[in-house]
C-alpha cells in the first residue's frame, strides 16, 4: 500500500488499523489494504484513530482538510465524533466505509476497483496490545445526542469526565477510562455515549434504529445498575469517586516525598 507523506495532500484515503482489537477481522483487513493498493488516491494507513483522537493528534486536521477524502473504518457515527473529540471538524463531502459491515465488493465498487484487479496480498498487520501499553479504550461522546444532564460525570469512578463552566460534558482524560468497561454508555439517557471498539450496537457507533427500544433498554439498565432512586445512587457514586482521587492524590504527595527524602540522602 502506498503511503504518502504528511504534507501537501489534496486527495487521499484515511485507512485505520483498528488495533488492540479484533473486531474487525484480520482477513478483511488484507483485502481492504490490497484494494486500497488499487485505487489510484494516496493513502494514509494508521494503526488505530482512537489512539489519535485520544491525543488529539494535530495529523487529523491536515487529513480532514484534504479536497477529497474516503475515511476507511468503521462506523461513520463514531468516526464522526472521534474527529470532533479531537476538536477536528470533517468536511461534509468526506465518505466513510464501515469494514465492520460493509462487504469488500461494496468498498471496491464505491472506490471504482474491478475486482479482478484485487489479488492476494500479505500485507502488514497492525499488532494487538503490547505489554504495558494503554489501549485507546474511552467515551466518545455524540454531540447530536447530548443533553449535557451530567449523569455520566457523575455515575464514572475514573475522573474520565469533566463538566465545563458552560455546562458541556467532555472527556478530558480517556486514558483514565476502564478498558472493557461500557458502563456509562449502557446508562447514558440520550444514547449519546459511544465505544468504538465494543461489540455492541448502537454503543458501537451504529446508527440508532429504534429510539423505543433503545431507550427501554436504558431504562433497564440503568435500575438494574442504580436501582430505583438514581440520584441517591449517584450521590453515592460522586463521594465514592472523591474519596478515591483524594486517596490518588495522598499517595502521588506520599511518593514524590519519599522521592525527594532519597535524593537528599543520596547528595549528602
Not at 181 to 188: E, L, N, T, V
Not at 245 to 267: C, T
Request: proline letters at 5%; one cysteine or more.
Amino acid at each position: 500500500m502506498k503511503v504518502t507523506n504528511m504534507t501537501d495532500r489534496k486527495s487521499q484515503i484515511l485507512y485505520c488499523g483498528c488495533s488492540y482489537t479484533n473486531i474487525i477481522p484480520e482477513t478483511m483487513k488484507q483485502e481492504v489494504q490490497s484494494v486500497l493498493r488499487k485505487s489510484g488516491m494516496d493513502t494514509i494507513a494508521v494503526p488505530d484513530l482512537c489512539g489519535m483522537a485520544a491525543r488529539r493528534d494535530p495529523e487529523l486536521e491536515r487529513i480532514a482538510a484534504s479536497e477529497s477524502l474516503i475515511i476507511v473504518a468503521c462506523y461513520p457515527r463514531a468516526v464522526q465524533w472521534l474527529f470532533y473529540a479531537a476538536n477536528v471538524s470533517l468536511p461534509k463531502t468526506v465518505k466513510i466505509l464501515n469494514m465492520r459491515v460493509q462487504p469488500i465488493d461494496q468498498i471496491k465498487n464505491i472506490l471504482g476497483i474491478e475486482k479482478d484487479e484485487v489479488e492476494s496480498h500479505n500485507d502488514t498487520i497492525y499488532p494487538n496490545k503490547k505489554e504495558g501499553e494503554w489501549v485507546p479504550w474511552f467515551p466518545v461522546i455524540d454531540y447530536e445526542r447530548c443533553k449535557s444532564c451530567k449523569q455520566c460525570a457523575s455515575f464514572c469512578l475514573f475522573g474520565t469526565y469533566e463538566v465545563l463552566s458552560d455546562g458541556k460534558v467532555v472527556v478530558s482524560n480517556p486514558d483514565h477510562c476502564k478498558t472493557n468497561c461500557p458502563a456509562c454508555a449502557r446508562i447514558c439517557p440520550e444514547a449519546a455515549i459511544m465505544f468504538p471498539k465494543l461489540e455492541e450496537s448502537p454503543i458501537n457507533g451504529d446508527e440508532i434504529k429504534d429510539e423505543q427500544e433503545t431507550r427501554a433498554l436504558i431504562k433497564l439498565n440503568t435500575e438494574l445498575m442504580l436501582g430505583n432512586d438514581v440520584y441517591a445512587a449517584l450521590a453515592e457514586r460522586r463521594r465514592k469517586a472523591k474519596h478515591r482521587l483524594l486517596n490518588l492524590k495522598k499517595n502521588a504527595e506520599a511518593q514524590a516525598f519519599r522521592e525527594r527524602q532519597k535524593y537528599v540522602e543520596n547528595s549528602q
